[in-house]
């Protein structure tokens, strides 16, 4: 009986102890495919769709239950990021997105779903403002409570945009993809599947894409518009299957992995390919880091919204290579993969550790078939290389994996052969086996910003001690001068570049499949 008795007590001294080391979330980085989008060829093309923004609401409202609001099952509880406010607070979060119409509107779909307009917010935010007025009239903000989120869009001029886009204005990257549609793995694939594009194009494709449209080439368009007009027009539903578009979406599931694979080979040096994976792993890298120095209290929650390619080429590289065929296809509207930064809570107290080595992260993908479905599920899975034993991985692991893949703005810019302004203050700068970006610690740019600033002293010093030089020998002659803005001309021989700096893979053959991945992962 004593004996029992030993052993209740130690299984509920145990028992105590595990509650009391319950996890607890610092932060997470999220990236957020847009939602539904009108296609190409149809009327209002790039646009989001309704369903594409409901998706996206859906999808916030998703992240809202998992980050923010609390649980009463304590099992639940540790998903939620630790001091994350329930209204807005821009502070707190960062919202990056492409430039293009259709993203930039499921960002604010998503926002609007993460922070839903809430009734009496300027209350909540404890504002001076907030009153009535001379009538007695409660004074609020708009729409019941509107909360409206900062979003950062950057451009292709903008140095972050190698880092949500890196596919883009990649020279190299659109070598590679051509150098692949000339192997023989792509022949063979095109030789393939033509006779299914060449009678899809006479049938509904005819005056809305050119001719040389219809191939694999151009298959996730295809599939887009194939799927948009089977969905929203009955006329369409006449003429073409649901088998129809099945097909198209397992070509172009084919297509879209081909070309963002993490593989080596040939026609992908550098694995360059992969280019928008790896450059996005530093805006990972970045965002987590950023809130690892400040203890949880910067970079809560990293919003970033973009198109299918940065995704599908991050998990290329990221997740463990015994877990990927699942997530070869394209990913779902309003498809999500975040890294979620947490540790163990010591005797129940929520302090950030002050080792870091007690510092964990674990990656998730969302994409169910509906993305505004409150009940898709959030999967964990392995990265680098460990198995499901080992879902969570130290950071400090995560850390040397993410550096020795991801690429610095100052990489990305020579992996491409970069002709964006900002690249030029890298041109000559090259990066060697005994000076690499990857041994200094991740995101740390000071020293090439320094040297750029050294560079530009140096030249302004130059040019001064010519101009006086000049001056001075010529005193004498009367000549009128036209005024010339020195900040001016100085900003076209060096750019100003930006203090994020960044560091990545290419595709497997695309040979046929009669395995159909219609649901993608």
Same mark, same amino acid.
């Given at each position: 009986m004593l004996v029992i008795c030993f052993f209740f007590i130690f299984f509920i001294a145990h028992a105590l102890a595990q509650d009391n080391r319950r996890q607890i979330t610092w932060g997470s980085v999220v990236f957020t495919r847009h939602g539904e989008t009108v296609p190409l060829g149809a009327v209002g093309a790039h646009a989001l769709t309704p369903v594409g923004a409901q998706q996206l609401v859906g999808a916030g409202r998703a992240f809202r239950q998992r980050y923010i609001t609390p649980h009463r099952n304590p099992n639940l509880s540790f998903f939620n990021v630790d001091g994350l406010s329930p209204v807005l607070n821009n502070d707190e979060i960062e919202i990056s997105t492409t430039p293009e119409p259709n993203v930039v509107s499921s960002a604010q779909a998503f926002i609007q779903g993460l922070y839903p307009p809430t009734p009496e917010l300027a209350s909540l935010r404890g504002l001076l403002s907030y009153a009535t007025d001379v009538n007695g009239h409660l004074i609020d903000y708009p729409l019941n409570g509107y909360q409206y989120p900062v979003i950062s869009t950057y451009r292709a001029e903008d140095p972050m945009s190698a880092h949500i886009s890196g596919h883009k204005n990649c020279p190299q990257h659109t070598n590679a993809v051509r150098a692949f549609a000339a192997s023989k793995e792509f022949h063979d694939v095109f030789d393939s599947t033509q006779a299914f594009y060449s009678n899809i194009y006479s049938r509904i494709l005819f005056g809305v894409y050119p001719r040389d449209m219809a191939s694999i080439y151009h298959a996730t368009a295809v599939y887009e518009y194939l799927q948009y007009q089977y969905t929203y027009n009955s006329t369409a539903r006449d003429i073409i299957s649901r088998t129809d578009v099945d097909t198209a979406r397992q070509y172009a599931n084919q297509w879209a992995h081909a070309t963002s694979s993490g593989a080596d080979v040939h026609w992908s040096k550098d694995r360059v390919l992969a280019i928008a994976g790896r450059s996005l792993a530093y805006a990972i890298m970045r965002s987590l880091q950023q809130n690892e120095r400040s203890k949880g209290s910067f970079n809560k929650l990293s919003l970033?919204?973009?198109?299918?390619? =940065?995704?599908?080429a991050f998990l290329e590289i990221v997740v463990s290579k015994a877990y990927r065929e699942s997530l070869s296809g394209l990913p779902n509207h309003g498809a999500s993969v975040m890294i979620d930064l947490f540790s163990m809570a010591e005797d129940g107290i929520a302090e950030f550790p002050t080792d870091n080595s007690k510092l964990m992260v674990r990656l998730l993908i969302r994409n169910g078939t509906d993305a505004s479905d409150p009940e898709s599920q959030f999967k964990q899975y392995p990265m680098f290389g460990t198995n499901k034993k080992e879902i969570a991985m130290p950071y400090k692991d995560f850390v040397d994996q993410m550096v020795f893949n991801m690429k610095s703005t100052s990489e990305w810019c020579r992996s491409c052969n970069g002709q964006e302004n900002f690249c030029y203050q890298y041109a000559e700068h090259k990066s060697t086996k005994k000076c690499d970006f990857t041994t200094l610690p991740p995101l740390d740019t000071g020293a090439l910003i320094g040297l750029g600033a050294?560079?530009?002293?140096?030249? *302004?010093?130059?040019?001064?001690?010519?101009?006086?030089?000049?001056?001075?020998?010529?005193?004498?002659?009367?000549?009128?001068?036209?005024?010339?803005?020195? *900040?001016?001309?100085?900003?076209?021989?060096?750019? =100003?570049?930006?203090?994020?700096?960044?560091?990545?893979?290419? =595709? =497997?053959?695309?040979?046929?499949?009669?395995?159909?991945?219609?649901?993608?992962?």
């Open positions: 970033i919204f973009g198109g299918y390619e =940065p995704l599908m050294v560079s530009f002293a140096l030249l *302004t010093l130059a040019l001064s001690c010519i101009f006086c030089m000049w001056r001075g020998h010529r005193h004498r002659r009367k000549l009128r001068w036209n005024h010339v803005d020195d *900040t001016e001309s100085n900003a076209n021989i060096i750019s =100003p570049g930006s203090s994020r700096d960044i560091r990545m893979s290419a =595709p =497997p053959s695309i040979a046929p499949s009669n395995k159909s991945n219609t649901s993608s992962y």
